[in-house]
């Protein structure tokens, strides 16, 4: 009787193109709904410091990254300690055995205090539920008002990080910049398209257009009419890429798991995602699409990109492209349309990124050290904390050298001046500055006030932040299926499960789009559907929409 009402369930969830079209086309527009408030949360206060009465020492755990400075003699915690009285006393675990390191120390009981990253939501929610972290949403409403502000203006983020218990268990970092709130990935050249006479393309076909003129004729311009890549990228269901910026104009905006009316969707399953598969094919049977994007790896594709060669592609090009004119011929393609989706869509990213930075309190800490902890989580959501994080040390206000300066003109303009010792060519980055100086990774609340000096002096940087707007990327904004939904861990165990099903929805993804499967055959696409079905999906359905339901009532 189960597996018959999973069946009917899967069944009910395989929507027709129409179906997916009226459901497409009632999203409401998403332009600003919640973002508005993200303008109370700029200029977070700075707590009465320092946070204790008599100096404390609470211990860390902390993942190390090559481009780390010494833990014990950093300038954050060294700054931290000064201001608060709190003195953060690091373990670093380098970062390449952090999740095994983690799991032993947990297991064994020897863990620290704190943990200011490197630990997901799903584990925090383990760890919470057997006692070893400590509830946190009583501590942040008597303890912490910036982090009870932030809770109160971004409930979407709350829900994503409450457990499946009800508890918060991890507070994460919080990244509230307009640019900051669509994925960064999808970008075409504009100099080659006004090379070529063509406008920017808002529809599949007109993309097709483009892609054709770049293939026929000398869109870079360097004399040389065949060495123009029309679209490459790396292949990924699982991570975004040039690939998945198409689907969009299909009407989802993951590969694999998405959400449309409160409903939960397997997206492989799709019609609308066997007519992406489609214009996938036709662009490469007529040499449009890298026929490599299966098979190379990153290294490869980067090279490609280093060539100034490629018109469509996935990264933000100051990863690949030294020459900043070079970089800034590039920006996000926006929101397409088809024939089965006249709704423009783009993936949204949420503010809570518990991936950067999240804070957990362990079971070891007295009632005492919890609430110096959490109140330390206040200071480092204040503008004052986040700028010591993100931005490291202002320039002749510590003992090293180089950081960064506020210049105020006479009319009052504030602008920002970074010095991260380039001529000294101990750094190769503003990053590895800032690494060498402090944590980064950990708590904090991030807003235009602290963009203004991160990009204020990166010609990428302010380019990009130009073209989320112009392209119509953040006006086209939608949530999918959220990242903070959060899985028991009978739940998880289940999903575990489908890992083969991921590897056969690849295979048939790579078999469709280069034709050695026909796409158009109507039984090889049942076959595929069938062979979905046999694989429990309507398990999956079912464990996702679950866990959805939950996060959306919570």
């Known amino acids: 009787m189960k597996q018959l009402l999973a069946l009917a369930l899967a069944v009910a969830l395989l929507l027709s193109g129409a179906a997916l079209g009226e459901m497409v086309s009632d999203i409401q527009d998403v332009t600003t709904d919640g973002l508005s408030a993200t303008s109370l949360l700029t200029g977070m206060p700075t707590p009465e410091l320092p946070l204790v009465d008599e100096p404390?020492?609470?211990?860390?755990?902390?993942?190390?990254?090559?481009?780390?400075?010494?833990?014990?003699?950093?300038?954050f915690m060294n700054a931290v300690e000064e201001a608060t009285g709190i003195k953060l006393e690091v373990q670093g675990i380098e970062s390449a055995g952090w999740d095994e390191?983690?799991?032993?120390?947990?297991?064994?009981?020897?863990?620290?205090?704190?943990?200011?990253?490197?630990?997901?939501?799903?584990?925090?929610?383990?760890?919470?539920?057997?006692?070893?972290?400590?509830?946190?949403?009583?501590?942040?409403?008597?303890?912490?008002?910036?982090?009870?502000?932030?809770?109160?203006?971004?409930?979407?983020?709350?829900?994503?990080?409450?457990?499946?218990?009800?508890?918060?268990?991890?507070?994460?970092?919080?990244?509230?910049?307009?640019?900051?709130?669509?994925?960064k990935c999808g970008f075409i050249n504009d100099?080659?398209?006004?090379?070529?006479?063509?406008?920017?393309?808002?529809?599949?076909?007109?993309?097709?257009?483009?892609?054709?003129?770049?293939?026929?004729?000398?869109?870079?311009?360097?004399?040389?009419?065949?060495?123009?890549?029309?679209?490459?990228?790396?292949?990924?269901?699982?991570?975004?890429?040039?690939?998945?910026?198409?689907?969009?104009?299909?009407?989802?905006?993951?590969?694999?798991?998405?959400?449309?009316?409160?409903?939960?969707?397997?997206?492989?399953?799709q019609e609308n995602f066997r007519e992406y598969?489609?214009?996938?094919?036709?662009l490469y049977e007529e040499k449009l699409l890298d026929p490599e994007v299966f098979t190379q790896t990153d290294a490869q594709y980067n090279?490609?990109?280093?060539?100034?060669?490629?018109?469509?592609?996935?990264?933000?090009?100051?990863?690949?492209?030294?020459?900043?004119?070079?970089q800034t011929a590039y920006s996000l393609i926006g929101p397409l349309t088809?024939?089965?989706?006249?709704?423009?869509?783009?993936?949204?990213?949420?503010?809570?990124?518990?991936?950067?930075?999240?804070?957990?309190?362990?079971?070891?800490?007295?009632?005492?050290?919890?609430?110096?902890?959490?109140?330390?989580?206040?200071?480092?959501?204040?503008?004052?904390?986040?700028?010591?994080?993100?931005?490291?040390?202002?320039k002749g206000k510590w003992d090293?050298?180089?950081?960064?300066?506020?210049?105020?003109?006479?009319?009052?303009?504030?602008?920002?001046?970074?010095?991260?010792?380039?001529d000294q060519g101990k750094y190769n980055s503003f990053w590895d500055f800032r690494c060498a100086n402090g944590l980064m990774n950990v708590p904090f609340l991030y807003t235009s006030e602290h963009a203004a000096l991160v990009l204020g002096a990166s010609v990428w940087g302010k380019h990009l932040s130009q073209s989320v707007f112009d392209s119509g990327a953040y006006a086209a904004r939608r949530f999918g299926y959220p990242a903070g939904v959060t899985f028991t861990e009978d739940e998880q165990d289940t999903l575990a499960m489908f890992v083969l099903l991921d590897n056969y929805v690849d295979q048939?993804?790579?078999?469709?789009?280069?034709?050695?499967?026909?796409?158009?055959?109507?039984?090889q696409w049942q076959i595929y559907l069938d062979t979905i079905d046999s694989m429990d999906v309507a398990t999956l359905i079912e464990t996702r929409q679950a866990a959805y339901d939950r996060w959306n009532n919570g």
């Open 56 to 75: 404390m020492t609470i211990t860390v755990m902390y993942p190390r990254w090559s481009n780390h400075g010494d833990f014990s003699n950093m300038w």
């Open 101 to 183: 390191k983690v799991s032993l120390v947990f297991a064994s009981g020897d863990y620290s205090d704190i943990y200011l990253s490197g630990i997901s939501l799903n584990d925090a929610s383990v760890y919470g539920a057997a006692g070893m972290l400590i509830p946190l949403e009583d501590l942040i409403a008597e303890y912490a008002p910036n982090a009870q502000a932030i809770l109160d203006a971004l409930p979407e983020s709350k829900k994503s990080i409450t457990a499946s218990d009800g508890h918060i268990y991890l507070m994460p970092a919080f990244d509230t910049p307009a640019r900051d709130m669509v994925q």
């Open 191 to 269: 100099v080659w398209l006004e090379n070529l006479g063509l406008d920017r393309p808002t529809t599949a076909d007109e993309l097709y257009n483009c892609l054709v003129a770049v293939r026929d004729n000398d869109a870079n311009g360097n004399g040389d009419a065949k060495d123009e890549i029309p679209l490459s990228y790396v292949y990924s269901s699982v991570n975004y890429n040039a690939g998945t910026v198409i689907l969009y104009a299909f009407g989802f905006v993951n590969m694999l798991h998405d959400v449309i009316d409160d409903q939960y969707v397997y997206v492989p399953m």
């Open 277 to 282: 598969l489609r214009f996938m094919n036709k």
């Open 303 to 326: 090279a490609k990109l280093g060539e100034y060669t490629v018109f469509f592609t996935s990264p933000e090009m100051q990863n690949v492209l030294a020459d900043e004119t070079l």
């Open 338 to 394: 088809s024939d089965v989706n006249d709704t423009p869509m783009w993936a949204a990213q949420a503010s809570e990124k518990a991936g950067v930075g999240s804070m957990m309190i362990t079971d070891k800490c007295s009632e005492e050290k919890a609430i110096a902890a959490i109140k330390l989580l206040d200071y480092f959501y204040s503008e004052e904390g986040s700028f010591m994080i993100k931005c490291g040390p202002e």
């Open 400 to 422: 090293g050298e180089g950081g960064w300066t506020r210049n105020i003109a006479e009319d009052g303009t504030v602008s920002y001046t970074i010095d991260y010792l380039q």
């Open 508 to 523: 048939m993804v790579a078999k469709f789009i280069t034709g050695s499967v026909d796409i158009d055959d109507d039984a």
